[in-house]
């Protein structure tokens, strides 16, 4: 959202550099340098900024700011004016970067951050280039002036509205590896079979407490998927009610490995959690099978 529609600045300015007065080559590489040293300073304050703002706090008031020297250059009459809102838009523009980039990274658990943050910048180079191309036509088929106010009064409406509608739960999680030897794990010899693996986990559950049962097994499924399995579903046992079996599909018996290695602290959280459901004796049984090919 952000880098879609702050884009236009970058994208109109060699336009805007030229219809200001007395405008040339000089002036455009003046408004970029200018715009260059609001992000330096602003780097320079970002750990205060933090201490006294929360992250969307930040990229709501950077995103704002941003937007307003994004207006003011479209209204800009000479240098005077427009060097003041490009250091402005600069400083706004590290600010909103950086804490997105860093919110990204602390989202993403070891394993999949590198991939994670290759989707990120693909991302924002992807909404940068659509962007540039975006206000460009709207130029084109407005005005110079219309693009950048149009941007600028988008950006923020549309950044307020995701802040708004978007819940995100990455502050309440714990993203750090889990603790070595957290579960007994699989035997150490793979099969001599070779397909997929699937994996049954049989609960025994109070039946009164079945609704909340499932919710803690909605969580689960997402923690599952999102560790590399590529199925997973809960079955419920008609004769015996207070029996449930939780059914993971691996790709491979490495896949499968591959999944005790991914768990973090958040999820061991959920899973005691869910053993806390459990009223057998002894721990939920684990059965493991290779599907046949």
Same mark, same amino acid.
């Given at each position: 959202?952000?880098?879609?529609?702050?884009?236009?600045?970058?994208?109109?300015?060699?336009?805007?550099?030229?219809?200001?007065?007395?405008?040339?080559?000089?002036?455009?590489?003046?408004?970029?340098?200018?715009?260059?040293?609001?992000?330096?300073?602003?780097?320079?304050?970002?750990?205060?900024?933090?201490?006294?703002?929360?992250?969307?706090?930040?990229?709501?008031?950077?995103?704002?700011?941003?937007?307003?020297?994004?207006?003011?250059?479209?209204?800009?009459?000479?240098t005077w004016v427009a060097v003041p809102?490009?250091? /402005? *838009?600069? #400083?706004? +523009?590290?600010? @909103? $970067?950086?804490?997105? =980039?860093?919110?990204?990274? !602390?989202?993403?658990?070891?394993?999949?951050?590198?991939?994670?943050?290759?989707?990120?910048?693909?991302a924002i180079m992807g909404a940068s280039? /659509? *962007?540039? #191309?975006? +206000?460009?036509? @709207? $130029?084109?088929?407005? =005005?110079?002036?219309?693009? !950048?106010?149009?941007?600028?009064?988008?950006?923020?409406?549309?950044?307020?509205?995701?802040?708004?509608?978007?819940?995100?739960?990455?502050?309440?999680?714990?993203?750090?590896?889990?603790?070595?030897?957290?579960?007994?794990?699989?035997?150490?010899?793979?099969?001599?079979?070779?397909?997929?693996?699937?994996?049954?986990?049989?609960?025994?559950?109070?039946?009164?407490?079945?609704?909340?049962?499932?919710?803690?097994?909605q969580q689960t499924r997402r923690v599952?998927?999102?560790?590399?399995?590529?199925?997973?579903?809960?079955?419920?046992?008609?004769?015996?009610?207070?029996?449930?079996?939780?059914?993971?599909?691996?790709?491979?018996?490495?896949?499968?490995?591959?999944?005790?290695?991914?768990?973090?602290?958040?999820?061991?959280?959920?899973?005691?959690?869910?053993?806390?459901?459990?009223?057998?004796?002894?721990?939920?049984?684990?059965?493991?099978?290779?599907?046949?090919?």
């Amino acid at each position: 959202i952000f880098f879609l529609h702050s884009t236009a600045l970058l994208a109109l300015l060699p336009l805007l550099a030229r219809g200001l007065h007395g405008g040339d080559a000089g002036t455009f590489t003046l408004l970029l340098a200018s715009m260059g040293a609001g992000a330096i300073v602003a780097v320079l304050f970002l750990p205060r900024l933090r201490q006294a703002l929360g992250r969307d706090q930040l990229v709501l008031r950077g995103t704002a700011l941003q937007s307003a020297a994004t207006a003011v250059m479209a209204v800009a009459p000479n240098t005077w004016v427009a060097v003041p809102a490009m250091f /402005f *838009g600069g #400083a706004a +523009w590290i600010t @909103v $970067a950086n804490s997105l =980039s860093v919110s990204a990274q !602390l989202a993403l658990p070891d394993w999949v951050r590198a991939r994670g943050m290759a989707t990120y910048q693909m991302a924002i180079m992807g909404a940068s280039a /659509f *962007g540039a #191309a975006l +206000w460009g036509n @709207v $130029a084109e088929a407005s =005005s110079l002036r219309t693009s !950048l106010l149009v941007a600028a009064v988008s950006g923020t409406a549309v950044m307020l509205l995701a802040l708004r509608f978007v819940t995100d739960h990455a502050d309440e999680d714990d993203m750090s590896p889990a603790q070595a030897g957290w579960a007994a794990g699989p035997p150490p010899e793979p099969p001599e079979e070779s397909g997929r693996v699937v994996v049954t986990v049989e609960y025994i559950i109070d039946p009164a407490r079945a609704a909340a049962f499932h919710l803690v097994m909605q969580q689960t499924r997402r923690v599952r998927l999102s560790q590399g399995a590529v199925g997973w579903e809960l079955l419920h046992d008609v004769g015996q009610p207070e029996r449930y079996v939780e059914e993971i599909v691996d790709e491979s018996w490495t896949e499968h490995l591959r999944r005790f290695s991914r768990a973090t602290a958040t999820d061991m959280a959920l899973r005691e959690r869910r053993l806390a459901f459990h009223l057998g004796e002894s721990p939920p049984v684990v059965t493991r099978y290779v599907v046949r090919r």
